[in-house]
């Protein structure tokens, strides 16, 4: 069984957050959707990681339903679904952060600039989708049920604004990460994977 597989999604991504960025931002950057990706042991190669690293860190991207892995067919780069961004976005305002209010500030800085791209993908019914969720944060008597509507309001967003903002959402979970386990070490960045990155 793949090492992935075995750990809670929350202890691979908090301790290997920059990485997991780094790679999905080179597989944006360097595959369409739908695409074929370059098989691992080429891959590893030609971004100068270990092969093992890498296979974990696909295994992450998997779990998070970036891309997809197919028996006898290889792995292919997909298109973001906005629950799986949505949920896991969520899970950093519930697990391991005892002061949110720095990141809740960030996340309204950045879901302002995600709303206005949403402003202009917009098509009937997004805005019902995005404003009930919010009026349904101002009732909820408890944690879970702020959690779920929020969830429902990031995903309204993400859907309403299509891919254009899936780098802020890439920006929200970095910064989540780095804000929530601050005393923890992070996996060095691989210098031609880092490059590749800007």
Known sequence: MDQAKQQPISSLVNRDWQNIVCLWNYLR?????????????????LLSINRLKLRELMGILQMLGLIERRRGAGTFLTPPHPNYLAKFLSFFFKDGIHDTAPLRRLQVTIQIDIA??????????DLTRIVDPMQAQKDCCDWDSFLLSDQQYHFAIIQAAHDDCLFHIGQII????????????????PLKLNRLRR
């Not at 595959?31 to 042991?41: A, K």
């Not at 206005?116 to 019914?125: I, K, Y």
């Open 174 to 189: 970095s910064l989540a990460c780095r804000f929530s386990h601050q005393h923890r070490l992070c996996c060095i960045i």
């Open 116 to 125: 206005e791209q949403a402003a202009n993908h917009w098509v009937p019914g």
């Open 29 to 45: 950057q360097n595959y369409q959707m739908g695409e074929y990706i370059l098989c691992e042991e080429n891959l590893a190669e």
